[in-house]
């Protein structure tokens, strides 16, 4: 075995997610390749692992990768373009204009590739998308190396990606044959919201994810207007909809879920349907509040995402989870609601089982994949520590973070990215936000003209 096969990373705490609510203290994480090989006592490692290569983390606690279980990656180029409207307004008046005018491949492999750079800088290590131009996503993140679960759009609302629902699954069967099988890259079936996708498509969703066995992702039950709306188009609040043409099931990745009855909540739980929970973006654009407490005390599976960088107005999953466990004890007024240890599963175990890959990633043990984060904690703000688990999930926030694994890949080391020229990203970016902004009315130094 050569020495630069193992790694070792010397932690000061490790915190593996499985078992629950465990914190080893001064142990290292050994790497082989692209898996975490072992997990022991510092004290002892060096005698095990005499060949492999030490990387100190005094002042760390290492973590599995955080899991971003649904943003939009390329949005992040209209991060900042309009805010503080409601959901409605903002995506018919704003966003959807900007979309139709500018996204394309280009938008969608720079978008993607500077959205890969932050969620990478903030320990995000897998992210679930969905949006345009799926093909060149999937590039962007294979190039940056970060892990991505890349959602296949579907919409009744024609874009330069497709004109209609049949269009859009064919290029989904496609971009599945294509993308299916690249290391790093998972597929969903990604049908926008049940205001947006026909019957007729939802069906068809609903019969080619399960031939390809792959998760449904969908928002649903975002907010009050939607479900509303619902009544008067079809007769029926979306869920009963969704239940009517059989896409209940543990498939679904339901994502917001704001508005839900008790009976709804039940019928979630009987057939297995999955929650993800954007409370950032459901705070911003004032959506509701996911019940967190009745969906976990029903047995409820739940994963947090940040949503796209339109409506968050970041992609930071150390912010977002801290959110979540915040928000969760105002809305069920009790303090005991998500614990600093749930949020912090819901993170990385949680949106790895949402995704299907729980049994590749999303905590650390051996055999799993190496996609690791450690975050420094020896800085005044995290200064002292009782517990790390309190100290990153309540005091920490991401410029803590200071190296990053994606398979065995360093991808941040001591704060830096390896994988891209971040001076050749931002360039990038800002062109592009001059572009959109001359179009949108603003001046490039951010005053309306
Ligand atoms: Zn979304």
Redesign the pocket.
Known sequence: MQASDLFLLRARWVLPIEPAGVVLSDHSVVIQGDRILDILPSAVAPTHYPSAVVVPLEDHVLIPGLVNA?T?AAMTLLRGLSDDLPLMTWLTEHIWPAEARFVGPEFVRDGTTLAAAEMLLSGTTCFND?YFFPEEAAEAAVATGIRASIGLIVLDLGTRWARNAKEYLERATVMHERLANRPLIRTTLAPHAPYTVSDTALLQVRELAAEWDVPIHM?VHETATEVTQSLATHNERPLARLQRLGLLSSRLLA?HMTQLTPAEIVLCARSGVQVVH?PE?NLKLASGFCPVMRLRAAGIKLAIGT??AA?NNDLDMLGELRTAALLAKAVSGDPRTLSADDALRLATLGGAEALGMGREIGSIVPGKAADLVAVNLAHVATTPVYRAVSALVYAANRSAVSDVWVAGQRVVQDGALTTMDITDVLARAHAWGERIAEKDGHNPHGSMK
């Open positions: 649904h939009h969905m928002h994502v954007c973006s949503d796209g409506s």
